[in-house]
T-cell receptor, first 111, second 113 residues
Framework: DQQVKQNSPSLSVQEGRISILNCDYTNSMFDYFLWYKKYPAEGPTFLIS?????DKNEDGRFTVFLNKSAKHLSLHIVPSQPGDSAVYFC??????????FGTGTSLTVIP | DGGITQSPKYLFRKEGQNVTLSCEQN?????MYWYRQDPGQGLRLIYY???????QKGDIAEGYSVSREKKESFPLTVTSAQKNPTAFYLC????????????FGSGTRLTVV
């Protein structure tokens, strides 16, 4: 059973606008969350993280929001750039060792 | 440059054969991981190792085996007992547990013919 879900397989956004990628989880014990970005034929690269003691973490154009009561997190990219076009995975853990990954959302930023 | 190297990039195996996927890192990371990716599914953990000579099963360890004789190396053997071995396999490492973020290799695509 999928404990981490990304219900939007794809998303298209105009360059300069905001991209919002969503992720839902089922296990209330998850306390650490990561976002990864993956280009074709490459391994995923770490993007940003958030722990359950926070509800927001920001790093440049990337911001992750965590809503623990809704078991929902989102990644905001603003402004979106063509180089952001990739597949984005969210991942969650309650042990710090085993992370559960979502199925990914393919983001296309249109110039 | 530091990183993780997975080889080969593409691998074909006949049914009933064992095959070993290589994973080497020069990041001096203690922890290493093997994930499997199938279409429409998230990455699923096969095995992980936090220190040399120790490893733990993940959610889908059946049909796989690993060894961790050196800090730099964490090979994965896909045995003939694995019912659906065709998949994309990703190796990752972390400085001290995945909470610090993984560094992933570029993956090996295994196809059983």
């Amino acid at each position: 059973d999928q404990q981490v879900k990304q219900n939007s397989p794809s998303l298209s956004v105009q360059e300069g606008r905001i991209s919002i990628l969503n992720c839902d989880y089922t296990n209330s014990m998850f306390d650490y969350f990561l976002w990864y970005k993956k280009y074709p034929a490459e391994g995923p690269t770490f993007l940003i993280s958030i722990s359950s003691i926070k509800d927001k973490n920001e790093d440049g154009r990337f911001t992750v929001f965590l809503n623990k009561s809704a078991k929902h997190l989102s990644l905001h990219i603003v402004p979106s750039q063509p180089g952001d076009s990739a597949v984005y995975f969210c991942a969650a853990s309650n042990t710090g060792n085993q992370f559960y990954f979502g199925t990914g959302t393919s983001l296309t930023v249109i110039p | 440059d530091g990183g993780i190297t997975q080889s080969p990039k593409y691998l074909f195996r006949k049914e009933g054969q064992n095959v070993t996927l290589s994973c080497e890192q020069n990041l001096n990371h203690d922890a290493m991981y093997w994930y499997r990716q199938d279409p429409g599914q998230g990455l699923r953990l096969i095995y992980y190792s936090q220190i040399v000579n120790d490893f733990q099963k993940g959610d889908i360890a059946e049909g796989y085996s690993v060894s961790r004789e050196k800090k730099e190396s964490f090979p994965l053997t896909v045995t003939s007992a694995q019912k659906n071995p065709t998949a994309f396999y990703l190796c990752a490492s972390s400085i001290g547990g995945a909470i610090w973020g993984y560094t992933f290799g570029s993956g090996t695509r295994l196809t059983v013919v």
